[in-house]
């Protein structure tokens, strides 16, 4: 599992709200990501992490921030939440060790409904 | 951007049979494709990976091929078991730290 946590595991809010999730690892990997997952779209990246304070967006940044005040803790911040934000979302981290330092590994997932 | 497409968005087989996953991918730079495998609820987990200066790959009764002038890589899946039942992704990628882009997913379905 690579020492992925996220959580909340699950969360309903409204529309309008802001919401945060937290992915947690272990084991001092330098790269992060937040992936979406929708039916027929498959994985999309949000935002990713290559090292404290440093992040960069993806192919569906908008709506959404990150910050990353230290190795272990990658935060995707939906300032104000929108039904379209309804979706499962997945840390995923590149592993420290070399031999595989170009694949992912990813977190559990949390599922994040929008009303 | 990477555009990775991915054929057949569903695949029946019977149990014992061979099932082939093939994805396409358009940017000649990307060098490493990986294939998750995700079962219903769970994450994806990785279940293979090619690297571009290899053509195949294989690990028991899984293999992939990479055919880089075509630009497209392929998962076989032999003597299949109904535990192979999953929804299977391709992605492809520049290499360490940069971002994986998704096929659309293959939902396998193992007939016993």
């Known amino acids: 599992d690579a020492g992925i946590t996220q959580s909340p595991r699950h969360k309903v809010t409204e529309t309008g709200t802001p919401v945060t999730l937290r992915c947690h690892q272990t084991?001092?990997?330098?790269?992060m990501y937040w992936y979406r997952q929708d039916p027929g779209h498959g994985l999309r990246l949000i935002h990713y992490?290559?090292?404290?304070?440093?992040?960069d967006k993806g192919e569906v940044s908008d709506g959404y921030s990150v910050s990353r005040s230290k190795t272990e803790d990658f935060l995707l911040t939906l300032e104000s939440a929108t039904s379209s934000q309804t979706s499962v979302y997945f840390c995923?981290?590149?592993?420290?060790?070399?031999?595989?330092?170009?694949?992912?590994?990813f977190g559990p997932g949390t599922r994040l409904t929008v009303l | 951007g990477e555009n990775v497409e991915q054929h057949p968005s569903t695949l029946s087989v019977q149990e014992g049979d061979s099932a082939v996953i093939k994805c396409t991918y358009s940017d000649s730079a990307s060098n490493y494709f990986p294939w998750y495998k995700q079962e219903l609820g769970k994450r994806p987990q990785l279940i293979i990976d090619i690297r571009s200066n290899v053509g195949e790959k294989k690990d028991q009764r899984i293999a992939v091929t990479l055919n880089k002038t075509a630009k497209h890589f392929s998962l076989h899946i032999t003597e299949t078991q109904p535990e192979d039942s999953a929804v299977y992704f391709c992605a492809a990628s520049i290499g360490t730290g940069n971002q994986f882009y998704f096929g659309t997913g293959t939902s396998l379905t193992v007939i016993p």
């Open positions: 995923a981290i590149s592993p420290a060790w070399d031999r595989d330092a170009d694949t992912q590994y």
């Open positions: 084991e001092n990997h330098r790269y």
């Open positions: 992490s290559y090292g404290v304070k440093d992040t």
